[in-house]
């Protein structure tokens, strides 16, 4: 924040939790740089969220429940009150099922950019349900309205996709490539032992359509069967993530259950990328899980 404080948040979920009622998010504050925390709010109704800050205010973006509607909230004073997503004037901004994670949100071109799934679909089977899609408002709009976010056609699950082997693609990250050109790259499942992938989808410049070709949109990406954050840091000219490797002893394992290897990568072109160093590592890969949700430059 700008008085120096940092701001983070969990949600609450599984067995116990009211995720798939009406979900609750919690938010600390530290102000010594991430050494203590504390609880300053508990938000009810906000889950796979992400915070981030726009014109001075902090916002979080998610849904309100496991698969449900679109919402944003705003904080004016650093997340310790929060507005509440009533109607599509006051952050309620598309009514259904939504999937998504805390993921970036991208300023280019005079508007701000994230990527969704929608999840409404003839089957309820994860992965099958979810289809690509971005959303993105003027960055001078009022962000609770609905009716300054525009989303592009959503793309659908196809069986067809890796020869068969495509499980799924969800938690997209929305990118600013090489070219200038926004991207939706999304985490991939596929049903191929110890191989990670990951896809990209292009948007065209007005936001308002997503396509995808098949034979050159899915490419090698350690981690790619995981969540992962993708951001461009300029002094470095370089784009960065955190993932998960797969260690060579579990490369028989389904990739989306391996994640007890933490690797900083980075790359050029969004395509290539270099394994730049191991950043957490616990041999036993059943009682450890790293999950990645943020990456901040």
Do not use: C
Not at 112 to 118: G, H, L, N, Q, S
Not at 204 to 230: E, L, M, P, Q, Y
Not at 255 to 271: H, Q
């Amino acid at each position: 924040m700008q008085d120096g404080s940092y701001v983070a948040s969990h949600d609450h979920f599984g067995p116990g939790s009211t995720e798939f009622q009406r979900a609750l998010t919690s938010v600390f504050r530290s102000e010594d740089k991430g050494k203590t925390w504390k609880k300053i709010s508990q938000i009810n109704g906000q889950f796979w969220s992400n915070l981030f800050v726009h014109d001075n205010n902090l916002y979080i973006m998610g849904t309100w429940k496991h698969h449900g509607n679109l919402i944003i909230r705003r904080s004016y004073d650093n997340g310790e009150t929060w507005s509440e997503p009533d109607d599509s004037k006051t952050g309620l901004l598309r009514e259904g099922e939504y999937h998504t994670a805390p993921m970036p949100m991208i300023i280019h071109k005079g508007r701000i950019w994230r990527a969704v799934e929608y999840a409404k679909s003839d089957t309820e089977e994860w992965g099958k349900r979810y289809s690509a899609m971005i959303i993105s408002a003027p960055v001078e709009a009022d962000l609770l309205n609905a009716d300054n976010w525009q989303n592009s056609n959503f793309l659908q699950y196809d069986q067809s996709y890796l020869k068969g082997n495509f499980r799924g693609w969800l938690e997209g990250n929305a990118v600013v490539d090489p070219d200038g050109k926004i991207v939706d790259i999304l985490r991939v499942a596929t049903a191929e032992k110890g191989h990670d992938m990951a896809a990209i989808v292009k948007i065209s410049d007005d936001g308002k359509t997503a396509s995808f070709d098949s034979s050159n949109g899915f490419f090698d990406f350690v981690g790619g069967a995981r969540k992962f954050s993708i951001r461009y840091d300029e002094k470095s000219g370089l784009y960065w993530t955190i993932s998960n490797m797969i260690p060579e002893k579990l490369t028989d394992r389904d990739p989306s259950s391996v994640r007890n290897m933490l690797v900083l990568k980075s790359s050029k072109d969004l395509f290539n990328w270099k394994v730049n160093k191991l950043l957490l590592y616990n041999p036993d890969e059943k009682k450890t899980w790293f999950s990645v949700y943020r990456l901040a430059i």
